[in-house]
Nanobody, 127 residues
Framework: DVQLQASGGGLVQAGGSLTLSCRASGFTSADYTIGWFRRAPGKERIGVAC????????YIATSVRGRFSISADSTRNTAYLQMNNLKPEDTALYYC????????????????????WGQGTQVTVSS
């Protein structure tokens, strides 16, 4: 079975940094994509970033571009979301998701593109 293990959330002051990790296991694909989504209190879940392994391409949402980056270690099937200069509005439950196929710029923020989801990891940014 496909499993996604997300970790790295926590409480941080505004301006601080966190790195989230998502390790995927139980599948065979060289062209997979790992995405990160977040759900802030009272809001819908939205896509934040993804790393597409076929072309080793990263996509970052406009709202966090310049502060967040995504990278991956293919040998460990793990993607990392580096979050810098965190703001209180970044407070959310962060989820990682897996697609066994490559995803591109136009659809990486669509939940329907991903077939497997991990448990969320809470990020809380205090002001």
């Amino acid at each position: 079975d496909v499993q996604l293990q997300a970790s790295g959330g926590g409480l941080v002051q505004a301006g601080g940094s966190l790195t989230l990790s998502c390790r995927a296991s139980g599948f065979t694909s060289a062209d997979y994509t790992i995405g990160w989504f977040r759900r802030a209190p009272g809001k819908e879940r939205i896509g934040v970033a993804c790393f597409q392994h076929r072309d080793r391409t990263a996509y970052i949402a406009t709202s966090v571009r310049g502060r967040f980056s995504i990278s991956a270690d293919s040998t460990r099937n793990t993607a990392y979301l580096q979050m810098n200069n965190l703001k209180p509005e970044d407070t959310a439950l962060y989820y990682c998701a897996l697609s066994r196929y490559p995803i591109y710029r136009g659809t990486y923020q669509s939940e329907e593109e991903y077939g497997n989801w991990g448990q969320g990891t809470q990020v809380t940014v205090s002001s």
